[in-house]
């Protein structure tokens, strides 16, 4: 059943249709404005956005997952967000502002702040990650015959933006590094006795799968970024994102952990059983509803669809936002250009035609200079600059690719587009 709102709520390079305000339920203050339109006032087609609420309810109707959260935006105005299925399966609806745990679209976020400390002079892309995390210094490279040798070059902040960094996550592959990982550090788990520093710490002293550089590899590089920006700034991770990046933008129901006062709009994981979908992750005992041991730049936030639009549209819109500058429109470009070589496009086999900027994935086949990234709990996002476009689709399922919504989303959106336009 489709459910409407719980309440009216330096670098290296036409009419309006206002639907109101979004209020927090937990708190009853007013949030943030989100504007909305008809679609037909910026380009798009109302009955082919219509097609969007069935098929994502046919996904819930075959057991993909338990609820979808949708929502479509261009040239600033929302023109479609619906919300299908389950916070809480069989017990409690989705609505749109219900709080999901981003994971991996945590990254966008932390490399921002390092953009912004790079803008700031504090952050070099050349300055090799020994200058702030001195483990970094002795690196080793586990090589083919499983000695250990030193790399070609140092691994440096560049090579952390863009995954070619050599270092791994553990949990993706089972190459001997991978082992080395997971026996030594649970890439995943944020609830351990070790903070950030010596996290990162740990890290260091795993070798790398191969030369920095050499090869694109989603790996814990953007945790090592939140500690980089710890000792440029000064200040731990959660202050700077909270009062650089959260507070700035409204982001007002983003953090590291759900408030108490907010987990009746938390939602659930799930994962495939025998007999169906089963609980993966509480959202009243699980590891997102207390504060973590160490701060995940790489995955760690939870986050609303208001709150992820408002970081999504100061990107599309290079920087700003309701006259809030986080970053230049030359670093904006930068961050959402390819920056792999062709012998390192695409990515991976999922990915074909994508390469990788400074924190996110880039389109550079079809709908060239769309970045984009995901979450493992299958939270995807897009933003199509040419088209002046962002779209949501949004679960909580576990594994990652198991419930491929976004490939579902996308026709529908393209498709909605009208001549012209």
């Known amino acids: 059943m489709r459910r409407t709102h719980r309440n009216a709520s330096t670098v ?103 953009m912004m400390l790079v803008e700031e002079g504090r952050i070099a892309l050349t300055d090799p990650v020994s200058r702030f995390i001195p483990a970094f210094s002795d690196v080793r490279v586990y090589g083919e015959d499983g000695e250990m040798r030193s790399p070609s070059e140092p691994v440096t902040i560049w090579h952390l933006l863009t995954h070619t960094s050599g270092l791994t996550y553990g949990v993706f592959s089972n190459t001997p590094v991978d082992v080395m990982y997971r026996e030594q550090l649970d890439a ?18 795993l070798p790398l799968i191969g030369d920095p550089g050499a090869r694109w590899n989603y790996s814990m590089s953007t945790d090592v970024l939140g500690r980089v920006v710890e000792v440029a700034s000064g200040m731990s991770l959660a202050d700077f994102f909270e009062s650089r990046i959260f507070r700035p933008l409204g982001m007002d129901d983003t953090g590291f952990h759900v408030e108490p006062q907010n987990l009746s709009r938390f939602t659930a994981v799930y994962e495939r059983g025998e007999g169906g979908l089963r609980l993966a992750d509480s959202p009243v005992d699980g590891p997102f509803t207390r504060s973590p041991g160490w701060y995940s730049g790489g995955g760690g936030l939870t986050s609303t669809a208001a709150d992820y639009l408002r970081f999504a549209q100061m990107m599309l819109n290079e920087g700003e936002l309701d006259g809030v500058r ?20 695409p990515i991976g086999p999922l990915w074909p035609g994508q390469g990788f900027g400074l ?3 880039v389109s550079v086949e079809e709908n060239a200079g769309t970045y984009w990234w995901a979450g493992v709990a299958n939270t995807y996002f897009w933003v199509d600059p040419e088209e002046e476009l962002i779209a949501f689709a949004w679960t909580q399922f576990n594994p990652f690719g198991g419930a491929a919504i976004d490939r579902v989303l996308r026709p529908i959106v393209y498709g909605a587009i009208t001549d012209g336009n």
């Open 359 to 361: 924190g996110f994935a």
């Open 12 to 114: 290296l390079f036409a009419a309006v249709v206002a639907f109101g305000w979004l209020a927090t339920p937990a708190s009853g203050q007013v949030a943030t404005a989100v504007e909305r339109a008809s679609p037909e006032s910026v380009g798009l087609s109302s009955e082919a956005l219509e097609a969007i609420g069935p098929a994502m309810k046919q996904l819930i109707d075959g057991g993909r997952t338990g609820a979808i959260m949708t929502l479509v935006s261009r040239r600033g105005k929302v023109v479609h967000w619906e919300a299908e299925g389950w916070r809480v399966l069989d017990e409690d609806p989705l609505e749109p502002n219900d709080v999901f745990r981003i994971y991996s679209m945590t990254k966008p976020v932390t490399s921002t702040a390092i």
């Open 188 to 205: 995943l788990s944020m609830n351990t006795d070790r903070d950030l520093e010596s996290t990162v710490d740990v890290l260091a002293g």
């Open 326 to 345: 986080l970053l230049k429109t030359e670093t904006v470009r930068e961050m959402t250009r390819n920056h792999l070589p062709d012998d390192l496009v």
